[in-house]
């Protein structure tokens, strides 16, 4: 039978902490870097993909299905892996998915055709999700109070920074080889990052916490979670304004370099300057979330995003097409995502604490399912104006407002934690 859950999540009492203080910064370095390598994954290759092609006798479009595959792979480990935690504690999860992202990299390096890089792209995924979904769980597990939102507020920026930093990496490792180098250095990054798991993750699920009732009583667990009005709410929040960020990271290429003329160079430089927009926003988040209470966080990421796409969209109608314009559009837009991120991913995990591995599966992998179904729609409608990436960003921050206010309603105070730090301190 599975255990009932606590009437209201903030009635859950933490247990005392797994890990010695002086260990939390190892812990929360390490977590960050499992957040980062999926992410990684997901683009590094990205420049290498016509000669990809020409390797192995691939059309265009097939050689993209391996990167849909990768993502279908990361969706679904997430959605699969997270409440199975839940049941089986994180630490065999944890090490189980670094070792098969070492040997699913290994593969993509060594695939003969198209066909089998596929299919080991889906396992590369699956393995990764692991990683990025328990990260999430473990800090649920092991800090409570302000502590909570100012670790989320980390691995937001590395969820929003790695996607943009990757072609950027993969390009680097291009240049001196092949892009079958590119799954080599991710297999070697996995290596560490599994010597890292054994030496500094412990198991932060006791066997007392964990759920009972197998498989099936796992995911009804989750299935209960889906039924919870605020919680969906918070993470269609989520997922949608993902929809607005992966719209300008396929967009905003085409944008500034065929709309506005730059080189690459410059776009490099255009998209770099965005990312420290994103940083800087993790940061006022991080020093604000223990005296602003996160929904009001999140309404002020929302609005400041908002404020960004109308501007991309109606600027460009009344005086035309800028190259200034759109870049501090695109500036103030992420920035307020930078808000966004970390305060539905503290909510969400504080109204999920009853499963904080099906939170989380739900959470990350919504968050990257809406993600992925947003990044092609750019190219679809067209890449000569900077408009469809305008209407495509503003449409989705729009359903994430209403995601707010219909099922969030933020006014409630839904998942606000303690101002004073419990548990950890670093």
Same mark, same amino acid.
């Given at each position: ?22 260990? *939390? ?24 993909? /016509? ?18 595959? #990768? ?7 997430? +959605?699969?892996? $997270?409440?199975?935690?839940? $049941?089986?504690?994180?630490?065999? =999860?944890?090490?189980?998915? %670094? ?6 990299? +290994? ?5 003969? &055709? ?12 699956? %393995? ?26 980390? =691995? ?5 920074? %790695? /996607? ?19 799954? @080599? ?40 979670? +889906? ?30 370099? &065929? ?14 300057? &965005? ?34 796409? @109308? !501007?991309? +969209? ?18 103030? %837009? ?33 968050? #990257? ?26 449409? !989705? ?7 707010? *206010? ?21």
């Amino acid at each position: 039978m599975v255990p009932r859950p606590p009437a209201s999540d903030e009635a859950i009492s933490p247990s005392a902490p797994p890990v010695p203080p002086g260990q *939390v910064s190892a812990l929360i370095a390490v977590l960050g870097a499992l957040t980062a390598v999926a992410p990684l994954a997901t683009d590094m290759y990205v420049p290498g993909f /016509p000669a990809m092609g020409d390797a192995l006798h691939a059309s265009g479009p097939a050689v993209q299905l391996t990167l849909t595959a #990768f993502l279908a792979g990361l969706v679904v480990g997430q +959605l699969l892996i $997270g409440p199975v935690s839940d $049941g089986w504690g994180r630490r065999r =999860l944890l090490l189980a998915g %670094a070792g098969g992202f070492v040997l699913f990299s +290994l593969l993509c390096a060594i695939a003969p &055709n198209v066909e089998l890089l596929t299919a080991a792209r889906f396992l590369q995924g699956f %393995a990764g999700a692991a990683g990025m979904v328990l990260a999430r769980a473990v800090i649920t597990d092991c800090f409570h109070g302000a502590d909570v939102p100012r670790y989320f507020a980390l =691995l937001s920026q590395i969820l929003g920074i %790695a /996607p943009i930093a990757a072609p950027v990496v993969g390009g680097a490792v291009l240049s001196a080889s092949t892009w079958r180098a590119v799954f @080599v250095v991710l297999a070697v990054l996995g290596a560490l990052l599994l010597a890292a798991v054994v030496g500094k993750v412990p198991e932060t699920l006791p066997p007392e916490r964990r759920h009972g009732g197998g498989l099936a009583g796992t995911f009804r667990t989750m299935g209960s979670l +889906l039924t919870r009005r605020a919680f969906m709410g918070y993470v269609l929040v989520l997922g949608f304004t993902s929809a607005a960020l992966f719209a300008y990271i396929s967009g905003s290429s085409f944008v500034f370099q &065929n709309v506005h003329g730059v080189s690459a160079t410059v776009y490099s430089l255009i998209f770099a300057s &965005n990312a420290v927009g994103m940083l800087l926003g993790g940061v006022a988040f991080a020093r604000l979330a223990a005296r602003v209470r996160l929904n009001t966080l999140l309404i002020t990421g929302l609005t400041v995003s908002g404020a960004g796409a @109308v !501007a991309l +969209l109606v600027i460009p109608a009344l005086a035309g097409q800028s190259l200034a314009a759109s870049w501090v559009c695109l500036f103030v %837009a992420m920035s307020g995502v930078a808000l966004i991120f970390p305060a539905t991913m503290s909510i969400g995990q504080h109204l999920g604490r009853s499963a904080p591995g099906a939170a989380s599966a739900l959470i990350g992998g919504l968050q #990257f399912l809406f993600g992925a179904a947003a990044s092609p729609l750019v190219g679809l409608f067209g890449e000569d104006t900077a408009t469809p990436m305008a209407v495509i960003i503003l449409a !989705a921050l729009a359903l994430a407002g209403l995601a707010l *206010v219909l099922l969030a309603r933020p006014w409630q105070a839904h998942g606000e934690v303690t101002a004073r730090p419990h548990g950890y301190s670093s």
